[in-house]
């Protein structure tokens, strides 16, 4: 059984589609350094720190968080028709160098004009012919730190020399935005809008076999293990504002 540790949290800051987690209260996980492999819990080895989270998980990853691509994962062209539904089923498309998910049924006109009038938001990542077809809301242990060691609102991916870059949460952090007074999902939709209901990765690896990791569901507050390779879990990026 995981025991969530004990947290205090006075409140959260909204800042665009960021959000500050402020005077929280958290040990390290206990993770051995130097971990597994660069970014995950071992190597951070976070704890007491301030964290700021990405907000709403449409832009978290290619093809967003909670968003199922529909039919089209490729290059934006003028004249197709992209779809969006709502119940989260969106087109992914790569334009200038950057992923793009759909948020209004349209057929494409002049990408700029269709960006201004709210038919794109724009995710963190950056696109390239050869990854527009790699769906990014389900990924592997390895690959979910990978997608959260980004750079994003001018701030870049955790390293040694930038401790308070974006990087993939451990249990603890991902536990304390966690609400267990309310269920699908378990945690404050508010101040956290638009989550899947689906499991997600956390940077901490599982003592007893290394080759699994820790996730937990933000649908219906339960916490597991699960085989690092395995695919079809998400990942939301912190960052920590203060090092201890």
Not at 3 to 29: C, H, M, S, W, Y
Not at 57 to 77: A, D, H, L, R, S
Not at 101 to 106: D, E, Q, Y
Request: net charge positive.
């Amino acid at each position: 059984m995981y025991k969530v540790p004990k947290i205090i949290t006075t409140r959260f800051e909204i800042d665009g589609n960021r959000v500050r987690q402020i005077a929280i209260a958290l040990p390290k996980t206990g993770a051995v350094y130097p971990g597994f492999r660069a970014g995950d819990d071992g190597y951070v080895q976070a704890g007491g720190t301030w964290l700021e989270w990405i907000r709403d998980p449409i832009q978290i990853v290619p093809g967003g968080t909670g968003y199922e691509t529909v039919t089209k994962q490729n290059n934006w062209t003028t004249g197709i028709s992209y779809q969006y539904n709502s119940t989260g089923r969106a087109d992914l498309v790569a334009q200038g160098g950057l992923f793009y998910i759909c948020k209004s049924s349209h057929t494409a006109g002049t990408f700029a004009t269709d960006l201004a009038a709210g038919k794109w938001a724009v995710t963190p990542w950056t696109a390239s012919a050869a990854n527009v077809t790699t769906n990014g809301t389900v990924t592997t242990w390895d690959a979910a730190i990978d997608n959260c060691l980004m750079t994003y609102s001018g701030i870049g991916p955790w390293s040694a020399t930038n401790p308070t870059g974006w990087r993939l949460p451990n249990m603890f952090e991902a536990t304390s935005i966690m609400t267990l007074n309310t269920n699908g999902p378990s945690i404050n939709s508010t101040v956290f809008p638009n989550n899947a209901a689906y499991t997600h990765w956390c940077s901490t690896t599982r003592s007893a076999s290394t080759t699994q990791a820790w996730f937990l569901s933000w649908d219906n507050g339960w916490a597991s293990y699960q085989a690092k390779a395995t695919a079809g879990l998400m990942c939301r990026p912190v960052r920590s504002l203060f090092v201890s």
